[in-house]
């Protein structure tokens, strides 16, 4: 089996679940080594409060063909995120892939202003959506500009064309996913003279552990939740948005894209890769083209 990424070093730092998860697992179906970072552990859990594990995570990578190394680390937490730098240094020497997938919030607050909003909840999510990306990126990066090639995915929610024209969920949120844009911006350009690239990557709308949960199926079946939701016919694999960041890193000119917003439909088109049922689902085309014009669900054309 072809192994592009074998001999290179990943970092996800937020690889508990979800996108996370998929984008861990993809690499090292690649032939990556992961270190696979969070909160959630066997022994204990973060304040999400749900079963999956950085253990799990870490075990699904070495099962999927590449070698899957499970840290708890807090990534607001300064010290942690140093260790663990230097704990990857000390072990491979290099680090290749940074991928900042951290989130961590525990609710979401549809439609409050700031004035209606919990303050505190509010903060501690721009801390979560925030500090901890710039924490680990201020760890991480002196350890990968050692050698050219750096490759620096902020994670984050909508891209740049469709956060800047749309109000998205909340004040806070809303602030929080404008920042992660402007940090691929702005690590593009700090990189950019180390031969190094950031972007910033979106799935759509991803059919996460909880999503699935809430929809009371499982991935084998996901399709019965468009009896409930039609829309969620356009819902994409958490495999999808982590077969758009090997794409990324085992592209020579992958330099093209340093500092742009991309989605995972936007780059299946360019590199070809599909999600787990073959199609190549377009989400936020289809989100403002079908779903917010008030179309009967129908993804002819967008998956």
Not at 100 to 110: L, P, Q, R, V, Y
Not at 130 to 144: C, E, Q, R
Not at 204 to 214: A, T, V
Not at 277 to 299: F, H, L
């Amino acid at each position: 089996m072809e192994k592009p990424l074998s001999g290179k070093i990943a970092l996800v730092a937020g690889a508990t679940r979800g996108a996370g998860r998929g984008i861990a697992i993809e690499l090292g179906a690649a032939g990556a080594t992961v270190y696979c970072t969070g909160r959630s552990t066997r022994a204990s859990r973060s304040e999400m409060n749900r079963p999956e594990t950085i253990e799990e995570t870490a075990e699904l990578v070495t099962k999927a063909g590449g070698h899957g190394i499970a840290v708890k680390v807090d990534h607001l937490i300064p010290e942690e995120v140093k260790a663990l730098v230097q704990r990857i240094e000390k072990e491979q020497g290099d680090l290749h892939i940074l991928v900042n997938d951290i989130w961590g919030a525990t609710k979401m607050e549809w439609g409050k202003t700031v004035w209606e909003s919990d303050l505190d909840y509010g903060l501690r999510t721009l801390r979560l959506a925030i500090d901890t990306h710039a924490i680990t990126s201020h760890f991480a990066l002196p350890l990968m500009i050692k050698n050219p090639g750096a490759l620096v995915v902020e994670i984050t929610d909508g891209t740049k064309e469709y956060n800047d024209k749309n109000y998205r969920v909340s004040f806070f949120y809303d602030l929080a996913k404008a920042a992660n844009l402007r940090m691929g911006f702005s690590l593009g350009h700090e990189l950019k003279k180390y031969a190094g690239t950031a972007v910033v990557l979106s799935p759509g709308w991803l059919r996460s552990e909880e999503m699935l949960e809430i929809y009371q199926v499982q991935e084998s079946n996901w399709r019965d939740a468009t009896k409930k939701q039609p829309h969620f016919a356009i819902s994409e694999s958490p495999h999808y948005v982590g077969r758009a960041v090997v794409a990324l890193a085992k592209d020579p000119q992958v330099a093209r894209w340093n500092g742009q917003s991309l989605s995972c439909g936007q780059l299946a088109k360019v590199y070809g890769f599909t999600d787990l049922d073959g199609s190549q689902p377009d989400a936020w085309k289809y989100i403002v083209e079908v779903q917010e014009a008030g179309k009967p669900a129908d993804t002819t054309g967008y998956r």
